[in-house]
């Protein structure tokens, strides 16, 4: 099984910069590959990225494309989400999600594929 814990949440200004880090534990965690979603008020969980177990496959939301970069360590068993040049529509509560191990290349993007999430931290970003 695998426990996820989000933390970086806060408080941006517009064009501004957060990273946000997920630390993660499990026996699974090694071979599964890792997204981020988020969540506004009022609103559905939409997915953000997604980095392939083997960390050489990433997958990134139209909306995010050019601005987040998702990565991870293995060996430390954290996965993190960079998010540059902030808008006031990335405001939500950030989760990190863990999926079933799969191939080397496998990068599920959709939120019944993912089997592990954790808390979410909230990010606010101010205009």
């Known amino acids: 099984q695998v426990q996820l814990d989000e933390s970086g949440g806060g408080l941006a200004q517009a064009g501004g910069s957060l990273r946000l880090s997920c630390a993660a534990s499990?026996?699974?965690?090694?071979?599964?590959?890792m997204g981020w979603f988020r969540q506004a008020p009022g609103k559905e969980r939409e997915f953000v990225a997604v980095?392939?177990?083997?960390?050489?496959?990433?997958i990134y939301a139209d909306s995010v494309k050019g601005r987040f970069t998702i990565s991870r360590d293995v060996n430390k068993n954290t996965v993190s989400l960079q998010m540059n040049s902030l808008k006031p529509e990335d405001t939500a509560v950030y989760y990190c999600?863990?999926?079933?191990?799969?191939?080397?290349?496998?990068?599920?993007?959709?939120?019944?594929?993912?089997?592990?999430w954790g808390q979410g931290t909230q990010v606010t970003v101010s205009s």
């Open positions: 999600a863990g999926s079933l191990p799969g191939s080397s290349n496998y990068v599920p993007r959709l939120k019944g594929q993912y089997a592990f």
């Open positions: 499990g026996r699974t965690f090694e071979t599964s590959p």
């Open positions: 980095i392939s177990w083997g960390g050489r496959s990433t």
